[in-house]
């Protein structure tokens, strides 16, 4: 499966400085890349459409993969992509008709869901080829930005280098991120939390959002944590079942 993360890799490979352009991208085949990314190829995993939702959760979140190829077990065609979003979007629309488990009320801190340590962060004036390389390096999908303070401001996110390939702007990647968010579109402020809100409220916020993460933020609006859809989903279907999970905000 070729993902947005395939793409900052071959930048990351590729991107010298603004003065060498990359238009050989352009004319690459997705076997050159596989050829090029093959030191980083991970094993292509699956389900099959009798497994179970347990399965798929625990071969998301173990795997540390965002979409989940249902296949079909007699041809190998692809019958459905899961994600995080949409198995967290059903246990949220089905888990109030079902007993309200008493941690739904339980804090984030209490329940201890999230990462708070060595979290990465950039500022505004950070360059889009090191926030790349934070990607690539540290394994993470977005960067909280913060200024002098430590404050959120702003959130870089993979998805975001999408519009590098939409506008074919990926030969001058010593722009800033502050330069390169003027061309977002239909963006409507990062979401947040804190920890001392319930487990509800930051599922309704995160689901409500159609976001991978919120970032934790304390009174003041300094970065604390990040917490994920594969938190809470490794939270609400694998640790019932004492099965181990990673620490997966780093990767969401």
């Known amino acids: 499966m070729l993902t947005i993360s395939d793409f900052i890799s071959i930048l990351h490979k590729y991107y010298k400085s603004p003065l060498v352009k990359m238009d050989e991208l352009e004319e690459h085949k997705i076997d050159t890349w596989r050829e090029e990314l093959k030191a980083q190829l991970k094993s292509f995993v699956w389900i099959a459409p009798d497994d179970s939702l347990v399965d798929a959760v625990k071969t998301l979140v173990q795997n540390r993969v965002h979409r989940l190829p249902i296949l079909d077990p007699i041809n190998g065609n692809v019958l459905y992509i899961l994600t995080h979003k949409r198995i967290l979007r059903f246990l949220y629309l089905y888990i109030?008709?079902?007993?309200?488990?008493?941690?739904?009320?339980?804090?984030?801190?209490?329940?201890?869901?999230?990462?708070?340590?060595?979290?990465?962060?950039?500022?505004?004036?950070?360059?889009?080829?090191?926030?790349?390389?934070?990607?690539?390096?540290?394994?993470?999908?977005?960067?909280?930005?913060?200024?002098?303070?430590?404050?959120?401001?702003?959130?870089?996110?993979?998805?975001?280098?999408?519009?590098?390939?939409?506008?074919?702007?990926?030969?001058?990647?010593?722009?800033?991120?502050?330069?390169?968010?003027?061309?977002?579109?239909?963006?409507?402020?990062?979401?947040?939390?804190?920890?001392?809100?319930?487990?509800?409220?930051?599922?309704?916020?995160?689901?409500?959002?159609?976001v991978h993460r919120l970032v934790i933020v304390d009174p003041e609006g300094r970065v604390k944590g990040v917490v994920s859809l594969s938190d809470i989903l490794a939270f609400l279907v694998l640790r019932p079942l004492n099965q181990p999970s990673l620490s997966t905000s780093s990767a969401d």
């Open 96 to 210: 109030y008709e079902l007993p309200r488990p008493s941690y739904m009320n339980k804090t984030l801190e209490e329940l201890k869901i999230g990462t708070y340590d060595n979290i990465e962060t950039a500022t505004p004036g950070t360059t889009l080829i090191v926030a790349l390389n934070q990607f690539v390096t540290r394994r993470i999908s977005a960067l909280p930005i913060v200024d002098p303070q430590g404050k959120l401001i702003n959130i870089y996110a993979k998805f975001d280098v999408i519009n590098l390939a939409a506008e074919k702007t990926y030969n001058n990647l010593d722009i800033t991120i502050e330069q390169a968010l003027k061309h977002r579109q239909n963006f409507e402020g990062v979401t947040k939390c804190s920890t001392t809100e319930t487990l509800s409220a930051v599922m309704d916020r995160i689901v409500q959002a159609e």
